[in-house]
């Protein structure tokens, strides 16, 4: 079997632990199972290689749509950041979308492709659903919360749903969140029929490689270590962190602030001004290495992620996924999907968005009680185990087998 993976977010390389790595991790896991995998990305103003072949069963295959340095919409950070950084961005959807979909239409042919797995309702996710009307290929999409929220944006965001949900086999989407979300944007469609097609799944990690114990020499002695882990965007809400800190005020808690975005000068402003320099430390982005050591080193993580004004939050961050892995004890918003991997008093504390009071009793609670903090570490490594590569990907299989028997 031959599959043709059609995403817009994509690594520059298998090296690149920079960008979000999902898309790669779940196509290489899927090669790894019978399945001739293909991938179709667009360009990268860094990319070197237009073809990257990592094992005879997955190969990389990168399409160029504009010239190669103002290839700004798939730079790493995701489409809909992009915009936001630069309107100009823009312009460059046309081009986009006409690429991919005469690069697909070349790849079926080419390569004989059998079925595609497109991530992102749109643009993926919509021309892999033409394929399905006009080439017979069986469309499975694979949603994540970015394309949902700009679904609900488009004017004919509701129409366009429709032909990619009639015009598709299956759906994977990464929280019960999302379910719901899609479920309210396609005007409430057969509940038995959508619960068939609509599955929940979420990425996964690698729970294995995050389990590595390192103590805590990285960090003064007796002190309480927090971590946060992404991009320094508007949704990650870290301004209330870094409120809390400030309100704790304690000598020996430390906020480790690990990625890079354009809030992140700001917030170093904002750290500065108020002598927190000493408390909270920025490290940009880290290496893989680095952040294994980080997850295995903390006391806890911080996700205080909000619902921006345009309507914008988190899917299921893989960060989440990452921290159960490494049994690190999680405080974060009850936004999107969060609440498929914190559950409350389990794993972790789930707090109201922009509640600098409810962060500041959260980490109190966790920093006074060694005991609590010892089984809620406890309760994380055994609720990661369901969110195992090996067991996600034999989800995918088993939809695909089963709807390709008929």
Not at 365 to 385: A, P, R, V
Request: with cysteine.
């Amino acid at each position: 079997m031959k599959m043709l993976v059609l995403t817009t977010t994509f690594p520059k390389s298998k090296n690149d632990y920079g960008t979000p790595r999902f898309v790669f991790d779940l196509s290489e896991n899927l090669s790894e199972r019978n399945i001739r995998t293909i991938v179709l990305t667009p360009d990268r103003p860094d990319c070197k290689e237009k073809v990257e072949i990592i094992s005879k069963s997955l190969s990389i295959f990168r399409f160029k749509y504009f010239l190669k340095k103002n290839q700004m919409l798939t730079t790493g950070d995701g489409i809909l950041p992009s915009i936001k950084k630069s309107k100009q961005n823009l312009l460059l959807i046309p081009f986009l979308i006409i690429f991919q979909f005469v690069n697909t239409i070349h790849m079926i042919k080419k390569y004989k492709i059998d079925i595609i797995s497109s991530h992102w309702l749109v643009p993926s996710g919509l021309i892999g659903a033409i394929m399905q009307r006009f080439l017979r290929r069986k469309n499975y999409v694979i949603v994540h919360a970015a394309g949902l929220y700009l679904l609900e944006k488009l004017p004919l965001g509701n129409k366009l749903a429709k032909f990619i949900y009639r015009n598709s086999t299956r759906f994977f989407i990464v929280s019960n969140f999302g379910k719901q979300k899609f479920y309210k944007l396609l005007s409430e469609p057969n509940i038995d029929q959508y619960n068939k097609k609509v599955k929940v799944v979420p990425m996964g990690t690698y729970t294995k490689s995050l389990t590595q114990k390192v103590g805590k020499k990285i960090f003064p002695k007796n002190s309480f270590n927090i971590l946060f882990l992404g991009r320094i965007v508007e949704k990650k809400g870290l301004i209330y962190a870094i409120e809390a800190i400030k309100k704790i005020n304690s000598k020996d808690i430390y906020f480790h602030i690990c990625g890079d975005g354009p809030l992140r000068g700001t917030l170093k402003n904002f750290v500065r001004e108020n002598n927190l320099t000493k408390s909270v430390i920025f490290y940009g982005r880290i290496s893989e290495k680095d952040k294994i050591k980080f997850l295995n080193s903390v006391d806890l993580l911080l996700v205080p992620s909000i619902e921006t004004p345009e309507g914008d939050k988190e899917g299921f961050p893989v960060v989440i996924l990452e921290a159960l892995s490494a049994g690190l004890p999680i405080i974060a918003t009850n936004v999107g999907g969060i609440s498929d991997g914190v559950i409350h008093q389990y794993t972790g504390f789930l707090i109201e968005q922009k509640s600098v009071e409810q962060i500041v009793n959260a980490i109190n609670n966790l920093k006074s009680n060694d005991e609590l903090l010892e089984n809620i570490s406890n309760n994380c490594k055994g609720h990661s185990k369901q969110f195992d590569w090996t067991i996600i990907t034999d989800k995918h299989i088993i939809e695909i087998i089963a709807t390709n028997k008929r």
